[in-house]
């Protein structure tokens, strides 16, 4: 039983897929967000089918987003837009605001699966893609040129192949266009006044007597950056959980750190759970720790300590003041580094961007087409200055040290045991008892050299090229209406990462020590870093990444016979693809030498498959009493890939739609879909990544899971015996990891099914409602092994308890101190390890009426436009470990280190707009649930014994956020149009977590920018 309860707990460190799992989200099941998208007449094409249909009904729901929309919401970025929308969230990594190295990507994540996991395309073909990930950046599509967007969730490999877990996204471009448009657009936060500008121009026109069209459209786009220090009220100081003094505020300094789950809390032991001020240990003016407390056995080292004024010396070791020349104990909070003000809330950006669409008609029956893209994207991120805090050596009489402090030196030099090897990025230095040369860990941050900037520069060039066309007929009864459309589509990304003001290891360790008998070239004591140690240690690194993707395919499609119930449609083909991605750092990334940015190696690799694909929709009944229409329709689609773990796979979906009435229609469809695992998964050198996590073997785990089988197992893995459970094995919240590829992985498998109903009322024309249940599974998820850093511990230490088990060989620790710190890191790389469920429900509701009456210096008539989308989360579900099916992260509702991104029950939009001759007035509410802190609801869903209390969690609960946003369109000559607005027309600000990934908040999720005002012309020729 006890094992049984650890187990559980296992998760309260974090879910395996943190990294893979996003937020929740929801599905509309027909234009959403008020879109006026007309169902036309003829057939289309709509995303989900090859097989051309009337209108956008289908087995499964597609939203529809109108250019009309995305102008209305005043985004120049189409991921913002998305990421509005019920059914999709901005990544936790691939946004503006998410200020990550490497970064300078958007991307789009469809039900909380995360962003590998669906498929974004152009005008339905594969859009160019990213680094290892093979993500589509979305920085490089072109909204203005956006007729609509097509989203449809849920599994679809079997119709667009890998990738299509949870969905795709479609954005059909505008491709047929005559004249000179010019499109210009400012956006401005209320609390900074920080433009950002985007200027279109677009130039088209028919040539060849009407049989053939070009456009060329060109895009600038400029977004100034913000910081955290400029949006104070909630993102600048960087904030811990804590008890606080009562009445001091929600970000006072008068508290101590604690651990919610863990010990009696706040309440028992004084104050009221809330936020205290917080940062880093590493300290401008340096934190020296990894010796041992005074008070211990070593009697010359503790006189020594108390003639240099550290008699009351702890774990957290020792710092100086400003002039470098007296020593006392470092202090938690009060010493702490701010990180916050200095990074960045929003990245700046700025992107060229250029894409030209031509089509000619060869003969009535052949129809050529290409496709163009160039852009180049620069994104910066900045991060607080570098710090450094790993074992270090110094000279005994170190001429920057009192008498006092080099005696202290000294005695810690006789008290070694043995020698003891030190790794700085490329070299390895040794020192043995009295040889003049002391252990220390120096933890400083060097403000000196300045604020990190990482830069990214990719240029993408895509272009994709086809013949489409009538085949006939062959015969009048069979093989009718054929089509054909072959195509030949090649991208390539090219990123340059540059990254400043990163420090070299080996080099600081170079300039701490006597060099000839010279004093070193660094004084890190106090604030003394002159120019001379700045270029000592200061360097500059970056790496290069390129990412191609080839795809040709054959399809043809058509109706195969008439039945009664109608035509019988077909699609056949077969595809080809190659994707290759070759990663490359600098000899500083690649050595490990750098600090203050991740280290790397080399990645290259390519997957190529070969597929074949078939599509059937098929009418069963037509016509008779209770069945005005009855269709099925199914697909399949073999895959055969050049990967041993994967080989050949097939994927597969059938359907139907019944309409009882001409006014209700009932559907639902069954999905099996695949991913196959991309190339940074397979092929990944191994990177380290420093993040937050608890080590069992430190203070900072929960109390009631201090046993003497974890003291006996921490003491086999490396922490000395006398420092078990200490604060000196952990001084941080943060450590690192080194995560990599694994070449053997297998396909992730998905099932998905959906089922619902649409309702067009005659009685009530312009009325549409649908409700879709959803329920979607993941099988073999590929995360790292035990899913991240926090639960490969947690599965060494708390459940297997086996120093020989996988879990526990990862574990790397400093032999002196047992703390995990560079060097020495875990291990933890992919595996096919969990699995991920989601179900809910999505509402979607959508009225348009003439009202009747109107205003006779605008128009003698007006009309009102409705739309309502809302999705219920009902489950999401986390499996972090395959071996353990039993042990769910139950996430519906929640947020934080377990869950992610906030999942609340209930999100969703509602527009009202009303126009009025030429002038559109229109008002949009956008609502996010309440959510509650996973430290609690995971534990409790679980039945865990060890469930906090809320009343020791400092701000449990998010509350629920409403956002509203005015926009108008007005078009006062026939060739201009102006259109604004603005967003978060309240002011609603953030809620406020420590659980967040950075800001203070989830900044993917919630709006973080204030009021933001946009005013926008277009001007035609």
Known sequence: MASRIALRSVLLGGSMLLALAQPAIAQQAQPGDGANVEEAETSIVVTGSRIARTGFDSPTPVAVVDQTQIKLA???????????????????????????????????????????????????????????????????????????????????SAVYGSDAITGVVNFIIRDDFEGVEGRGQINIDHPTGTPVVNLDLTVGGNFAGGRGNLVVSGNYLDRGSITRGERGSFAFDSLNDGCTVPGSGTASSAGTPFTPAGGLGCVAGGGEPGFIRGGSGDIPNGRFSGIPAFGGVNAALNTAYAAAGLSALGSRGFTFDDAGTAARPALTPQDDFNLGPDNYLRQPQRRWMINSFGHYDFTDNITGYLELHYSNNEVSARLAPTNVGSPTLFDVNNPYLSAPLQGVLRQLDLAETGRINVTTGTATRSTTPGDGLAVITAGRRYVEVGPRMATERRNVFRVAAGLRGDLGSLSEGFGTDLRYDIYYTYSRSEGTLLLENALSRSRLQAALLSQGGAAPVCNIFGQNIDEACRSAIAITASNSTVATQQVAQASLTGTAVELPAGPLGFSLGAEWRDTSTRFVPDNFLGSGDVAGFNPGLPTSGSVGVTEIFGELRVPLIADVPFIDSLTANGAFRYSSYDLDGVGGVWTYLGGLEWQPVRDVMLRGQYQRAIRAPNVGELFGGRNRVVGAANDPCSSRGNSSERTDAVRQLCIATGVPAGLVFGAGVQPNNIFPADFGGNPDLQEEVSDTWTGGIVVTPRFAPGLFFSADYFDITLDGAIAPLGGNAQNALNLCYLVIQDAGSEFCQAVQRNPQSGEINDPYALQVLNANTGRLHTSGVDLAARYSTDLGFGFPALGTTSRLDLASNFTWLQDFDVTPVAAFPDIINQCAGSFGPNCGQPLPRWRGTTRATWTVGEVALSLRHRYLGPVVTDRYIVPLRQGSATTPQLGNIAYPRLPAQHYVDLSFNWTPAERFELFGGAN???????????????????????????????????LRF
């Open 984 to 1018: 978060n027309l309240f002011n609603n600000n953030p809620p406020i977590t420590t659980q967040g990934p950075n800001s203070n908040t989830w900044a993917a999720t919630y709006d973080v920018l204030g009021v933001e005002f946009f005013l926008g012309a277009t």
């Open 74 to 156: 005043g985004n120049v970025n189409i991921e913002r837009t998305l990421v509005q929308l019920p059914q999709a969230v901005g990544s936790q990594l691939g946004n503006a605001f998410s200020n990550t190295v490497p970064g300078g990507i958007a991307d789009v994540n469809l039900r909380g699966f995360g962003s590998q996991r669906n498929l974004v395309l152009v005008n339905g073909r594969r859009f160019a893609i990213y680094g290892p990930e093979q993500v589509v950046d979305l920085n490089t599509i072109p909204t203005t040129l956006i007729a609509r967007t097509e989203i449809v969730t849920g599994g679809s």
